[in-house]
């Protein structure tokens, strides 16, 4: 039976408008062809001549033919974006963290996806389990690339026992195809103590560096243990000899990489640094920042953004006209007046800087030295603000989490309740659901704002928006 795609939207103006197509309809096939995601869909329509068969609300089905330029839309809109269902995931990992969550809370946390258009569309990792051929074919096919890959371990034993899946190790060989045809990967290592680390760790290393530079980068992280546990396989902490071990593995390895291909291929999240007691690495290491998103290299990043931004607005006002400065008596208004283009109302900025001014920064035990670090470089060249920054403990899944984005509203509603916070609190967006105002507790902005009696600003993962929410004001281009 043929897959038909509900119609939900029609855009304006669009090719699709001008056929008489409607929400309402549904889309059967296009050139023929069976359309069983947004793949097929973008793929088929890549051509200049196209058929449509769509069956209309009412049951008849129209056929329409199309003359287009190549990038041009139809402007069918679905209710699903990948039109199609969302792949569960078939594993039990030993480390899943969904797994560690308390009852009670939404629906969609407990949701576990497995689904490698995810991997493309939106950087999750697939464990190519729930791969089949055909679903190889086509990330071939469409060049759906990079794919993000949880290997975990090339010990194809180990791998079933640790996914507590029979088919974990065989779906290996899958890497092996798409290295062949070529298709960039990024894989990762959740790594367990005295499970996959180690000599373990050593071999998978070494297994992996073979698909170098197919396989563009690989990041190793540590798993992440709640206080939610009960029942589950029993994984110990790493300490800080561990994580020092952890990493004298990497940077083997990274030396080895960046001398036969210009890359440094593996990187350690920043948790095994801060563990380690190391400094962070310096920028150049990251490649990129390849896998920010998983923790490799996000504080680096900040921290260098962070002093970049600090130095442009210090630049923007020691050029700006040396009247205006002697008003507010700021230092370094010697200097010819030449404005400064990433600055923004510099003359409002000024003016903020040299007002009173209390703000709070609320953050994850991990991230708070660097934190605490930058804000008060911020308020040495800017003392009239003062920036309180509050570590959050996690009591919520316990104290072995400590990254920010696992922080709940009711612990910081809790722990910060009584403190003098001044006029705004500045929450990281990595703390809330993607694009909303709602932690994972499912407190919301305005909650925390109602019990603390504080307004809120959302802070964005990065050392310029920081700067800004800092001052109140806009400063960058």
């Known amino acids: 039976m043929m897959t038909k795609h509900l119609i939900s939207q029609i855009s304006k103006g669009s090719i699709a408008e001008g056929l008489g197509i409607t929400s309402g309809d549904f889309l059967l096939s296009i050139n023929d062809s069976e359309v069983i995601d947004v793949f097929d869909y973008r793929y088929l329509c890549q051509d200049k001549k196209i058929k449509l068969l769509i069956e209309t609300k009412d049951g008849e089905e129209k056929t329409f033919e199309i003359i287009k330029d190549e990038d041009e839309e139809l402007g069918l809109e679905f209710d699903e974006g990948l039109m199609d269902e969302y792949r569960h995931c078939s594993n039990k990992c030993i480390f899943c963290f969904i797994d560690q969550m308390p009852k009670g809370m939404r629906e969609t946390l407990y949701f576990k996806d497995d689904d490698m258009r995810l991997s493309f569309l939106q950087g999750n990792y697939v464990t190519l389990t729930n791969l089949s051929d055909k679903d190889v074919e086509r990330i071939i096919k469409y060049r759906l690339e990079p794919i993000n890959i949880s290997f975990q371990t090339t010990n194809k034993e180990l791998r079933c026992k640790m996914l507590n899946n029979r088919f974990a190790g065989e779906a290996l060989k899958k890497a092996d195809t798409l290295y062949e045809a070529a298709i960039t990967m990024n894989g990762q290592i959740v790594l367990c103590k005295g499970v996959n680390d180690g000599e373990e760790l050593e071999r998978s290393l070494r297994d992996l560096y073979r698909y170098v530079p197919v396989l563009e980068s690989l990041s190793v992280v540590p798993v992440g243990l709640s206080k939610y546990r009960d029942g589950l396989y029993p994984l110990e902490p790493f300490e800080k000899e561990d994580a020092r071990e952890v990493l004298k593995i990497i940077h083997k390895w990274q030396d080895k990489a960046f001398k036969e291909h210009g890359i440094h291929f593996v990187h ?89 001014r209390e703000i709070s920064v609320v953050t994850g035990r991990i991230a708070y030295p660097y934190i605490k670090s930058l804000t008060d470089e911020f308020t040495k060249q800017y003392p009239n603000i003062k920036v309180n920054v509050f570590a959050i403990k996690n009591e919520f899944f316990g104290e072995r989490i400590t990254v920010t984005g696992l922080i709940t509203g009711q612990d910081i509603i809790k722990q910060l309740d009584g403190k003098k916070l001044g006029e705004t609190l500045l929450i990281p967006e990595n703390m809330l659901r993607a694009s909303t105002d709602v932690f994972l507790d499912d407190t919301r902005l305005s909650d925390i704002e109602k019990s603390l009696h504080i307004s809120t600003a959302i802070v964005k993962s990065n050392g310029r928006n920081l700067i800004e929410r800092i001052i109140g004001k806009e400063v960058y281009v």
Do not use: C, H
Request: charged residues 30%.
């Open 268 to 356: 350690a999240s920043d948790e095994w640094y801060i563990l380690a007691e190391q400094d962070l690495p310096e920028e150049e290491r990251y490649d990129g920042y390849l896998q920010i998103e998983n923790g490799v290299g996000m504080l680096r990043s900040l921290i260098v953004e962070f002093e970049d931004g600090l130095e442009q607005l210090k630049e923007g006002i020691e050029n700006y006209k040396p009247s205006f400065l002697a008003k507010f008596n700021l230092k370094g208004y010697n200097k010819n007046y030449s404005e400064m283009s990433g600055i923004n109302n510099i003359s409002e900025i000024i003016e903020t800087l040299s007002n009173n």
